[in-house]
């Protein structure tokens, strides 16, 4: 069986939910497909490489298939993976990864798990994987739609059109959500006021004048030591543009997000060769 899984987009509030500050995300129309085949042994088919269960190469699919296996053991089967969120992106490309897998086992060997099962065992899969996490984008990426978390209230933002520019560099989250952890080690007082910013951005977003936050929100992951200086001058020539910009998810690297009219967006589009991206209502689904 076939199933797919959104990508998303932190539009505020990264880093600073995973102590315990409010974050505003929502899943966006780019999606994981995952296909599950039951077979006699383990077998993953990605765009990285054909493995078997492989803690290195596929680490997300191989912890994915270990946690299904404790509720429902299997002998083995063939995964294919193909996906249009790009990897390392910051665009929540493993949690759409785990989230699909797990659906289309789920559909393959009818486990007959409920969403919130297949959301608590991609939040196992990232802990897994990345030790540390707030299980925000397994959740979107299970459920679809815009969130406030933690609360986990389903929100609605005016129409949002989004340019997403690749900043070239990968943006690796376990790493960044580490050095993160080491300056919140070294300087707890500054760095818990950082993150006091950004939840308060994260409110206000809710009926805000989000080009502005999105601008203060930039600044206090510039303080935080997550941008870099690709995607300062990514950020800069944006603005330049009319857009107002930030990063998104754990940087070090991945995407640059924006909102402006939507000529300044096409113009941009052009320029950084980038996507526009849009709000997506449906979470994970099996697709035939
Ligand atoms: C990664 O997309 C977002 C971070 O806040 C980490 C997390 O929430 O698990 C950096």
């Known amino acids: 069986m076939r199933a797919s899984a959104p990508g998303k987009i932190i539009l505020f509030g990264e880093h600073a939910v995973v102590y315990g500050?409010?974050?505003v995300v929502t899943a966006i129309n780019l999606r994981c497909y995952a296909e599950?085949?039951?077979s006699n042994s383990f077998k993953i088919h990605s765009?990285?490489?054909?493995?078997?269960?492989?803690?290195?190469?596929h680490p997300y699919i191989s912890y994915a298939i270990k946690r299904f296996m404790e509720i429902k053991p299997i002998d083995g089967a063939e995964i294919k993976i193909e996906s249009e969120v790009p990897i390392a992106s910051g665009l929540g490309s493993s949690a759409a990864v785990s989230v699909a897998v797990l659906k289309a086992l789920d559909a393959e060997f009818d486990a007959g798990l409920s969403n919130e099962e297949i959301f608590e065992l991609a939040r196992k899969v990232e802990l897994d994987v990345q030790g540390i996490g707030s299980g925000t984008d397994p959740f979107v990426s299970t459920y679809g739609g815009t969130w406030l978390i933690p609360e986990r209230k389903r929100i609605k933002l005016e129409k949002l059109k989004i340019i997403v520019v690749d900043s070239g560099e990968k943006s690796v989250t376990a790493e960044m959500v580490a050095k993160v952890a080491e300056l919140r080690k070294k300087l707890t007082d500054v760095v818990e006021r950082v993150?006091?910013?950004?939840?308060?951005?994260?409110?206000?977003?809710l009926n805000g004048d989000?080009?502005?936050?999105?601008?203060?929100?930039?600044?206090?992951l510039k303080a935080l030591g997550v941008s870099t200086r690709k995607i300062d001058e990514i950020v800069q020539k944006l603005e330049e543009m009319g857009i107002a910009a930030k990063l998104t998810g754990a940087g070090g690297g991945g995407s640059i997000i924006g909102v402006?009219?939507?000529?300044a967006l096409e113009k941009a589009r052009k320029l950084f060769n980038a996507i526009i991206v849009e709000p997506e209502q449906e979470g994970a689904r099996v697709e035939d």
Request: aromatic share 6%.
């Open 260 to 263: 402006g009219s939507e000529d």
């Open 21 to 23: 500050r409010h974050a």
């Open 210 to 220: 989000i080009p502005k936050l999105f601008k203060i929100n930039q600044c206090m």
């Open 36 to 38: 599950a085949k039951k």
């Open 47 to 57: 765009p990285i490489a054909t493995t078997g269960i492989d803690y290195e190469k």
């Open 195 to 205: 993150f006091d910013v950004i939840d308060a951005v994260s409110l206000k977003a």
